[in-house]
């Protein structure tokens, strides 16, 4: 069968197929890059599909979106299609006979893909549970009314649509109760099988999309935007939560919903500014149809058994050929290099100077370096540092400038669509943002040296949403922290050397915080290639996060890498030294 090989991204895709073809061997056997309807055709530098802009406003709003745009068999077995049909290079995927190694991205995990023939082998390469997670919000409101409700009486609970007003009821009174679900269910006597029932209920709430293949692209474009009313993602949603329901029907509870108080996004003059909302999160499943290998240097255990339940893990233990300089007792968070107080009000001035400290030590390893310099940090601080650097912001993509929140991995990836943003440079270091588009990257295995800024450390709801779509239908309960803080606990670092850490008392939460905060470091370190390095690379990690797979060669604080960066042994009282010399007497 065919060996598919899964990377972060189609660019990484098109690089492991011109490796793997220029291995020994490798340009006798057939392999291919999988690209979707959206992808460059290398051929023509054109979309794979003509109509790949309509296929993404169908994506997830219809059952297959080839059978209704591309071609699909009439009752009489009769075949008709659109007039791009012929010679589509995204079609022609599917006529392949021969057995392939294809390379295609993550997006592709849960998707069946467009070639025939079985699949004797998948290899995932990096992290991929994030893109098989899901987060829904539905506000109280939302879930509690709907229009079919309206003229029902109110003693109704036994006709379809009383029956999905009782059940949506008694989900949120076992919330708002803090009672399990399934036993409150179980009483109403909603079991799999109604559960079930309901969820394809809502389903049969669309209307059927009156659109052909033989259409001209402006008849689908208006049939689109005339059925987009109905097809909203209420029906979808809601028949989510049911099928939700129905699998944990009989479990001793789920903590996959929950309710929450969140911003009112739509508000009226009279209105609250805050509403309850219904959370729902959600976790794909893989296909179980033959092996898998997982590449994955900061593998989790606990977290591949959701997906594995008997995983063979191998390790390989290999110290990174660098100098690892490490700053000691200062995170170097977002909130304290841009010097926000407890209310998240920024001190200007405070903030730019540190940001000018930071930019003379890009600018210093630059001039010291014997190669180029990568620098990593989170968005916000990079767009300070851009600031303070004086980059108009005409040259920052997009991307930068929107406040997205590049530490929920889980979302992050599902919109990992376009391939990685090219930033202007700081102090003539290159320039990269923490998260997934970091991930296999191999476009600064010649670089010399990484100065890392900070650390990527997601907010407790980040943490805890993805904890429940990956274990919340566990055996044990899991453990929420009060108040959003997480706890402070002193942690060994790879050179055994103990440093005060935040970290979350569920040790499930705490392995999703981990696969965020410390491995994004390594992951962005890891881009300089440590193992098999080409020529000497420096490390300089600008927090005292320890992190399990780089021990420091030197810890120093900030004043010494500022003042006296060429001393190569920590000066633990050198902070008393310099108040000593500044007193008149």
Same mark, same amino acid.
């Given at each position: 069968g065919h060996i598919l090989f899964y990377v972060p991204t189609h660019a990484l895709a098109e690089e492991a197929a011109?490796?793997?073809?220029?291995?020994?061997?490798?340009?006798?056997?057939?392999?291919?890059?999988?690209?979707?309807?959206?992808?460059?055709?290398?051929?023509?530098?054109?979309?794979?599909?003509?109509?790949?802009?309509?296929?993404?406003?169908?994506?997830?709003?219809?059952d297959s979106i080839t059978q209704m745009l591309c071609k699909t068999e009439q009752e009489s077995g009769m075949i008709t299609e659109a007039p791009c049909a012929q010679g589509c290079p995204y079609l022609a995927q599917s006529e392949i006979w021969k057995k392939h190694v294809i390379f295609l991205p993550h997006s592709y995990l849960t998707l069946k893909i467009p070639v025939e023939g079985p699949v004797a082998l998948r290899i995932i390469d990096e992290k991929f549970w994030g893109s098989l997670i899901e987060h829904v919000s539905i506000p109280i409101g939302d879930w509690e009314r709907r229009p079919w409700f309206d003229g029902l009486d109110q003693k109704d609970h036994d006709s379809p649509d009383g029956q999905s007003r009782l059940a949506r009821r008694t989900v949120l009174e076992a919330l708002t109760a803090n009672e399990p679900i399934p036993d409150a269910l179980?009483?109403?006597?909603?079991?799999?099988?109604?559960?079930?029932?309901?969820?394809?209920?809502?389903?049969?709430?669309?209307?059927?999309?009156?659109?052909?293949p033989t259409m001209d692209d402006r008849s689908i474009s208006r049939q689109i935007e005339k059925n987009m009313g109905s097809w909203n993602d209420v029906a979808f949603r809601d028949a989510a939560i049911f099928d939700l329901l129905a699998k944990t029907a009989g479990q001793p509870n789920t903590e996959r919903l929950h309710l929450s108080v969140e911003p009112r996004k739509k508000k009226n003059k009279n209105e609250e500014p805050t509403e309850r909302v219904l959370n729902a999160h959600y976790l794909?499943?893989?296909?179980?149809?033959?092996?898998?290998?997982?590449?994955?240097?900061?593998?989790?255990?606990?977290?591949?058994?959701?997906?594995?339940?008997?995983?063979?893990?191998?390790?390989l233990q290999c110290r990174p050929q660098a100098e690892v300089v490490q700053i000691k007792k200062n995170t170097f968070s977002d909130t304290?290099?841009?010097?926000?107080?407890?209310?998240?009000?920024?001190?200007?001035?405070?903030?730019?100077?540190?940001?000018?400290?930071?930019?003379?030590i890009i600018e210093r390893e630059?001039?010291? +370096?014997? &190669?180029?310099?990568?620098? =990593?940090?989170?968005?916000?601080?990079? *767009?300070?540092?851009?600031?303070?650097? $004086? @980059?108009?912001?005409?040259?920052?993509?997009?991307?930068?400038?929107?406040?997205?929140?590049?530490?929920?991995?889980?979302?992050?990836?599902?919109?990992?669509?376009?391939?990685?943003?090219?930033?202007?440079?700081?102090?003539?270091?290159?320039?990269?943002?923490?998260?997934?588009?970091?991930?296999?990257?191999?476009?600064?295995?010649?670089?010399?040296?990484?100065?890392?800024?900070?650390?990527?450390?997601?907010?407790?709801?980040?943490?805890?949403?993805?904890?429940?779509?990956?274990?919340?239908?566990?055996?044990?309960?899991?453990?929420?922290?009060?108040?959003?803080?997480?706890?402070?606990?002193?942690?060994?670092? +790879?050179? &055994?050397?103990?440093?005060? =850490?935040?970290?979350?008392?569920?040790? *499930?939460?705490?392995?999703?915080?981990? $696969? @965020?905060?410390?491995?994004?470091?390594?992951?962005?370190?890891?881009?300089?290639?440590?193992?098999?390095?080409?020529?000497?690379?420096?490390?300089?990690?600008?927090?005292?996060?320890?992190?399990?797979?780089?021990?420091?060669?030197?810890?120093?604080?900030?004043?010494?890498?500022?003042?006296?960066?060429?001393?190569?042994?920590?000066?633990?009282?050198?902070?008393?030294?310099q108040r000593a010399l500044k007193r008149p007497d």
């Open positions: 011109e490796i793997f073809r220029n291995l020994p061997g490798g340009a006798d056997l057939p392999s291919l890059v999988l690209r979707g309807r959206s992808a460059i055709n290398p051929s023509t530098g054109m979309p794979m599909c003509q109509r790949w802009e309509l296929a993404e406003e169908l994506s997830g709003k219809v179980s009483e109403k006597d909603f079991d799999g099988n109604k559960l079930e029932e309901l969820a394809r209920i809502e389903r049969q709430r669309l209307a059927p999309p009156e659109i052909k794909k499943e893989l296909r179980q149809d033959c092996p898998y290998i997982l590449l994955d240097a900061d593998l989790d255990e606990t977290i591949t058994r959701q997906f594995f339940h008997q995983p063979e893990v191998k390790e304290w290099l841009l010097a926000k107080g407890e209310k998240g009000r920024e001190d200007p001035e405070l903030a730019t100077k540190r940001c000018k400290d930071v930019l003379s630059g001039v010291r +370096a014997e &190669g180029k310099v990568l620098v =990593v940090a989170t968005k916000k601080v990079l *767009r300070k540092l851009y600031h303070v650097n $004086q @980059t108009s912001r005409d040259e920052l993509p997009r991307d930068l400038n929107e406040d997205e929140d590049s530490y929920k991995i889980s979302a992050a990836l599902r919109g990992l669509k376009t391939d990685p943003i090219k930033l202007p440079p700081l102090k003539g270091a290159d320039v990269r943002w923490f998260g997934p588009r970091m991930l296999g990257v191999n476009d600064f295995e010649d670089h010399s040296t990484i100065v890392v800024v900070g650390r990527l450390q997601p907010p407790v709801n980040a943490i805890e949403n993805d904890t429940r779509a990956l274990f919340g239908d566990g055996d044990r309960p899991l453990q929420f922290v009060e108040e959003a803080r997480l706890d402070n606990k002193m942690i060994p670092g +790879a050179d &055994g050397v103990c440093w005060k =850490v935040q970290v979350h008392p569920d040790p *499930r939460a705490q392995a999703v915080l981990q $696969q @965020t905060r410390e491995a994004g470091s390594e992951q962005a370190i890891a881009r300089l290639r440590l193992i098999d390095p080409k020529g000497k690379k420096k490390v300089l990690i600008l927090s005292d996060l320890p992190l399990p797979t780089l021990p420091a060669d030197r810890r120093v604080s900030l004043a010494q890498l500022m003042g006296h960066p060429e001393l190569l042994e920590p000066m633990p009282d050198l902070d008393k030294l």
